[in-house]
């Protein structure tokens, strides 16, 4: 529950944020701090294509809805990192990409696939 607690909070900040600087500077409203959520269930993950700067942290939040075993683990390849994920629960992952490039990730027989875009 605690993600939707999160999500609730962040909608509000964003919200606030809109509302008192939305129209007039919205590039100010922009979080340094960025995170994407990552659904994995129907042989994809939703988003596939993140973005992604270079020496920017970025929190990856992987929600696995899929029962089958073999999308339990994703492993992104390049950035020496791989990641368990319990089912219905969200798994959070902070990373900073060290350097510009394209850096797949898939689960155990990459049925699933995406690409972290580094730019
Ligand atoms: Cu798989």
Redesign the pocket.
């Known amino acids: 529950m605690m993600w939707l607690v999160n999500l609730l909070g962040l909608g509000l900040v964003a919200l606030i944020a809109w509302w008192f600087w939305g129209q007039r500077a919205p590039e100010t409203a922009i979080s340094k701090e960025e995170a994407v959520t990552i659904k994995v269930a129907g042989g994809v993950y939703t988003p596939s294509v993140i973005h992604a700067r270079v020496g920017q942290p970025l929190t990856l939040n992987f929600i696995r809805e899929d029962q089958?075993p073999?999308?339990e683990v994703v492993i992104f390849e390049g950035l020496d990192l791989s990641l368990g994920l319990p089912l219905n629960e969200t798994v959070s992952q902070r990373i900073t990409p060290p350097e510009a490039g394209t850096y797949p990730f898939?689960?155990?027989?990459?049925?699933?696939r995406g690409q972290l875009i580094v730019t």
């Open positions: 089958a073999c999308a898939s689960c155990q027989m990459q049925m699933y």
